[in-house]
Every structure is written in structure tokens, then in C-alpha cells.
């Protein structure tokens, strides 16, 4: 599937190149960057935090109103969150093909580590990859170093490896 990128201007910079590069050696997708062109909406004082429902709301307007069909992924470095979450990684709505990924909670600045581009960029693919999944109408699996597994915490996610169990890989197979 051919897939859009919207890069935010806050994301961090420069690793847009080698983030397409693994998307694609992971999935069945043709991944194409560009500047995000969306204002980011959302923000909730009170948290501090960004809704991410509300940010694939404009989305998906901004998709229809583009007449885009082609799934378009979102990253950005605000921290987002949903109701009933504290906060998320990630978040995909199959039906609209719209996804959001957020680099705040990936970075090490955020619990006070020395900053790592590479450690950075391996946890945006995967998380990245998950919401693709997601868009590719694969649910939650529960093998914990499967992709699809629901990462909660920072930990989860770097036990899971860049790799798709077989029953998920094989739901990949059929919809290719
Ligand atoms: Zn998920
Ligand atoms: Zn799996």
C-alpha cells in the first residue's frame, strides 16, 4: 500500500530518510514524507497534553477535503493522550486510515537519559510499524516481542522486536 507521512515541524529532524527506509523493509508499504500541513489542534491545558482523537479528527477532514484515499500516518513530538489513557505512543483509526505517532514519550530526554538518535529511531519505527499494522486491520496480538503488542510503558515497547509473530505476519500476507 502506499502510504503518506506528515512530518510536524517539531518532530525531531533529519531521520525522516532512514524512518521510510524501515517502514518499508517492514511492511508492505511505499512510504512517502512530507511537511506536515496540518495546524495541530487539540491541546488540553489542564494535561498539558494533546488529544490525539481530536488530532485524527483534522485528519481526516483534511484528507476528505484533499480527496486523499491513501493512508496517511502523522508524527509529531507533542505528548498526546486519549481519554481513559494517561498518555499514548500511538494511536490508528482503520476505517478513516488515519494514524498519529508522538516521538515525546521514545525520546530519552523524556526520562532524563542522555539523548540517542539511534535508540530514538528504532522506537518511532516500531511504534510507527504498530499503527500501520493497525491500519492493515491487524489487532492487538499477545506474543510480547510481536509488533502488535500493546506496549504500555517505555519497557514493553523495547522488549518487542522489529518482527511480526507468524499469525501476525500471516494476516499481513492476505491483505497484501
Ligand atoms: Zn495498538
Ligand atoms: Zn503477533
Redesign the pocket.
Known amino acids: 500500500m502506499e502510504l503518506l507521512i506528515f512530518w510536524d515541524a517539531g518532530a525531531p529532524a533529519g531521520m525522516q530518510a532512514s524512518f521510510c527506509r524501515e517502514i518499508a523493509s517492514l511492511l508492505p508499504a511505499k512510504p512517502r514524507v512530507c511537511e506536515n500541513p496540518l495546524v495541530l489542534t487539540g491541546f488540553r491545558h489542564s494535561r498539558d497534553q494533546t488529544d490525539a482523537s481530536t488530532l485524527l479528527d483534522s485528519l481526516e477532514l483534511f484528507k476528505k477535503r484533499a480527496g486523499l484515499s491513501v493512508p496517511v500516518l502523522l508524527v509529531v513530538s507533542v505528548d498526546i493522550f486519549r481519554e481513559g489513557d494517561e498518555y499514548l505512543f500511538g494511536l490508528a483509526r482503520f476505517q478513516s486510515g488515519t494514524a498519529v505517532v508522538s516521538t515525546t514519550r521514545l525520546e530519552n530526554e523524556h526520562y532524563g537519559l542522555p539523548p540517542d538518535d539511534h535508540e530514538l529511531l528504532d522506537r518511532l519505527v516500531k511504534t510507527a510499524v504498530h499503527e500501520i499494522g493497525h491500519l492493515l486491520s491487524l489487532p492487538h496480538?499477545r506474543?510480547p516481542a510481536?509488533?502488535?503488542?500493546n506496549p504500555l510503558t517505555l519497557d514493553d515497547l523495547t522488549r518487542q522486536k522489529r518482527w511480526?509473530?507468524p499469525?501476525?505476519r500471516e494476516q499481513i500476507g492476505s491483505r497484501e
Open positions: 496480538c506474543d510481536c509488533i502488535m503488542y511480526f509473530c499469525r501476525c
